[in-house]
């Protein structure tokens, strides 16, 4: 079992940064490959970005690409979401999940833990 605990949501205006982080107890987490998702208001979830356990690869969504960076400190269990850049439309809930393994999956239900979320809301 692994727990993941999503902390640094705040609202932020448009234009600003903020950083995420996603906490890990329970399992090796270094042997994990870790993704952040969001879902806006009346939207689905969609995948952000995900890193794998060596942090050796990375992969982002379009939408994203170029404001965020994934990264990882093993020793602290510990990913984060380095999100500039901000706009409205970034505005959601934002999940980081944890699936074994080395492989960047973009589709939720391969992974198999999740956090309670973190709101993000950027004003215009």
């Known amino acids: 079992q692994v727990q993941l605990v999503e902390s640094g949501g705040r609202l932020v205006q448009a234009g600003g940064s903020l950083r995420l982080s996603c906490a890990a107890s329970?399992?090796?987490?270094?042997?994990?490959?870790v993704g952040w998702f969001r879902r806006a208001p009346g939207k689905e979830r969609e995948f952000v970005t995900a890193v794998s356990w060596r942090a050796g690869s990375t992969q982002y969504a379009d939408s994203v690409q170029g404001r965020f960076t994934i990264s990882r400190d093993n020793a602290k269990n510990t990913v984060y979401l380095q999100m500039s850049s901000l706009k409205p439309e970034d505005t959601a809930v934002y999940y980081c999940a944890a699936r074994g393994g080395s492989a960047l999956e973009t589709m939720e239900y391969t992974y198999d833990y999740w956090g309670q979320g973190t709101q993000v809301t950027v004003s215009s």
């Open positions: 329970g399992r090796t987490f270094s042997s994990y490959t």
